[in-house]
């Protein structure tokens, strides 16, 4: 008889194992020299040399593996109905038939790392919350309708999350005393499908395992990760985790002062205190999967301390005092070097002013040069973004002293710049209407609409230090100075046409920038709602008042733009129509070049002039330049 087959012992739950196929049966039976049900199964009675093949549940494997130290016996495992944690955390074949053909193919066998927790071997994991499990679970159905029952059955849970408090204490490191809604363990990051997208770890058996913890501030954060992975899915790693800390280490406990509930490889214990450690090793006889992970072994680095998303001291009290909030609010320390910040650019400086004068002056002279290079420089170099932002935090906080500052600093800024636009309008002998002066003249709902985002640009740029440098790309995208520069340049000519309509964009700006940026801080944590809700009313009560002009204006840019679009590259008669321009809408005064064969007659000029009124069934004065072809 063959001496392998021999060495064989196949340990089966005896009930599971009578359930399989007779013919998968008859072929295990004749592929090993025993077959012993698990409750007759007395480890002492054989030899280490021998191999066990296990067909058990997690419980019996459980047992199993407390009983194997003192034998040491080579041991494999089978997928058995009620073993989804040894399937994942042993990388079993689901196939019986497939497994058992792998294990006895195995030329030799692993030195396996045995983690416990509380005294209990982890077969897969070992986890506290069920939230982040939830967000990057296995869905075996990839039909839309599915994903939407799963993503609806998400948000159900997110209206009872709520930060643990917790204290973590990684082997001879001083204690970390955080909180989080979730925290995963698992031996090896390959053995857990929310590891797996988390890790890129593939070692088995180095003496470390893996720890992820998770600390959203809000639960936008979470759907935010949930959509994101749900689009996406695995190949984005956790890039869209911001909030996930993560360890690799030898030990760990985990301790609060109050009971705490954890799933044990899906099992739920209520505790104080989780202590996870490795006790010994056991000989695993492995799948094709363990081996190919264990390939990667000599790749997968040391130890890993990740806590820099971990919320610790006034951040961790604010947030195991309530449930999960919606929008994440911003810490005490956030929200104290904000608003420093804006307190200080609510105030006129001699920086301001002077930074103020030097825009006004360059935009001035820019629309002059009708130069867009020269403007965009005093875009950039003007203050009144600042001043602004901090009125839009007053106004959401109905923080008095803020709102007088920052409308005292912004009408010191508007001043000068009238100030100095109209002073440099007077000495400069030109009076020309060039595009800069006439694209500034007639605001419309669009003004507003690239305002409200350059506002919200603005807001979110303060409150994340990190992309403080977008500011500048805020600054031109606004345009604050050069209306204003255009409002005084008017102002100085007599033209109120173009002083009201440049003011019109300058308030615009004003008051969208105020709005936006408003709500970008309630948005971002800055304020709750109760105390924002007037704010935000007045800010919106006037913003929709000037929408009613800026919609007047927008019907009649669409109006214009039908008139150009209807005539341009038009041929009539004989004559082609190009480089249309509408000079006034009221009365319509239509410039227009028009390429002939031969100088047309009045007779001529007359019918082009009746076509095109008709085509655009209104009274037009024409300025024509006649082109002949050569």
């Known amino acids: 008889m063959d001496e392998s087959k021999e060495n064989r012992i196949l340990?089966?739950?005896?009930?599971?194992?009578?359930?399989?196929?007779?013919?998968?049966?008859?072929?295990?039976?004749?592929?090993?020299g025993q077959v012993q049900f698990y409750d007759q199964f007395i480890l002492a009675e054989h030899a280490k040399d021998q191999n066990v093949l296990c067909y058990l549940s997690d419980e019996q494997v459980k047992d199993l593996l407390y009983k194997q130290k003192e034998t040491n016996l080579k041991l494999g495992f089978l997928p058995h109905p009620k073993a989804e944690n040894v399937i994942s955390g042993f990388q079993?074949?689901?196939?019986?038939?497939?497994?058992?053909?792998e294990l006895t193919e195995a030329q030799e066998c692993l030195e396996t790392d045995l983690l416990f927790c509380n005294e209990e071997p982890v077969l897969n994991y070992a986890v506290i919350g069920d939230i982040s499990t939830l967000v990057t679970m296995k869905n075996p159905s990839k039909s839309l309708r599915s994903k939407m029952r799963r993503f609806f059955r998400f948000v159900r849970k997110l209206r009872d999350v709520k930060a643990v408090?917790?204290?973590?204490?990684?082997?001879?490191?001083d204690a970390i005393d955080t909180c989080a809604t979730d925290v995963l363990i698992v031996q090896h990051a390959q053995n857990n499908l929310v590891s797996r997208i988390l890790s890129e770890d593939?070692?088995?058996?180095?003496?470390?395992?893996?720890?992820?913890?998770?600390?959203?501030?809000?639960?936008l954060e979470l759907l935010k990760a949930y959509?994101?992975?749900?689009?996406?899915?695995?190949?984005?790693?956790d890039r869209k985790f911001t909030f996930l800390s993560k360890f690799k280490v030898e030990s760990l406990r985990i301790s609060a002062d109050q009971l705490f509930r954890f799933s044990l490889d899906g099992r739920v214990i209520t505790t104080q205190e989780m202590n996870l450690d490795f006790r010994g090793q056991f000989l695993q006889i492995p799948s094709d999967a363990t081996r190919n992970i264990e390939k990667g072994k000599e790749n997968s680095g040391g130890k890993v301390f990740q806590s820099k998303h971990l919320p610790t001291g006034a951040l961790r009290k604010e947030m195991v005092r309530k449930r999960l909030p919606f929008i994440s609010h911003a810490s005490t320390d956030e929200y104290k070097e904000l608003f420093t910040q804006l307190r200080e650019n609510a105030r006129p400086s001699q920086n301001y002013v002077v930074l103020m004068t030097l825009s006004t002056i360059l935009a001035t002279f820019g629309v002059f040069?009708?130069?867009?290079?020269v403007i965009i420089g005093a875009m950039i170099l003007a203050p009144l973004m600042a001043p602004i932002i901090s009125l839009a935090m007053g106004v959401l906080r109905q923080d008095r002293q803020l709102i007088k500052n920052s409308l005292i600093t912004v009408l010191v800024g508007v001043l000068v710049g009238y100030t100095f636009a109209i002073i440099l309008t007077f000495i400069t002998p030109i009076n020309d209407m060039n595009t800069e002066v006439t694209s500034r003249i007639k605001p419309n709902i669009i003004d507003l609409g690239i305002a409200v985002i350059s506002g919200a640009a603005g807001a979110y740029a303060y409150s994340k230090e990190s992309i403080a440098k977008t500011l500048a790309g805020v600054a031109i995208a606004v345009a604050l100075v050069p209306?204003?520069?255009?409002?005084?340049?008017?102002?100085?000519?007599?033209?109120?046409?173009v002083f009201f309509g440049a003011f019109l964009l300058l308030l615009t700006n004003l008051t969208g920038m105020v709005l936006a940026a408003a709500l970008t801080f309630l948005f971002t944590g800055y304020s709750p709602f109760k105390l924002a809700k007037k704010g935000l009313l007045i800010s919106s009560f006037v913003v929709l008042s000037i929408s009613i002009p800026l919609g007047y204006g927008f019907f009649k840019v669409v109006e214009e733009n039908r008139i150009i679009q209807s005539l341009n590259y038009r041929a009539i008669n004989d004559v082609f129509i190009e480089h249309v321009r509408l000079e006034s809408n009221d009365p319509t005064v239509i410039?227009?070049?028009?390429?002939?064969?031969?100088?047309?007659t009045e007779t001529e000029l007359q019918e082009v002039k009746k076509k095109v009124e008709t085509i655009i069934d209104k009274e037009a004065t024409l300025k024509i330049v006649i082109q002949l072809k050569r």
């Open 483 to 497: 209306p204003l520069a255009v409002s005084g340049i008017g102002l100085a000519w007599g033209e109120w046409s």
């Open 591 to 600: 410039a227009l070049d028009m390429t002939v064969d031969e100088y047309p």
């Open 369 to 373: 040069a009708n130069s867009s290079p």
């Open 92 to 101: 079993v074949n689901k196939d019986v038939k497939s497994a058992f053909i």
């Open 165 to 173: 408090p917790l204290t973590l204490t990684f082997e001879d490191k």
């Open 11 to 32: 340990v089966v739950d005896q009930s599971a194992y009578l359930e399989l196929k007779e013919t998968l049966r008859e072929f295990l039976e004749e592929s090993v």
């Open 202 to 219: 593939h070692t088995i058996n180095n003496g470390l395992f893996h720890t992820f913890v998770f600390a959203p501030r809000s639960i």
């Open 227 to 237: 959509v994101i992975k749900l689009l996406l899915g695995q190949g984005e790693k």
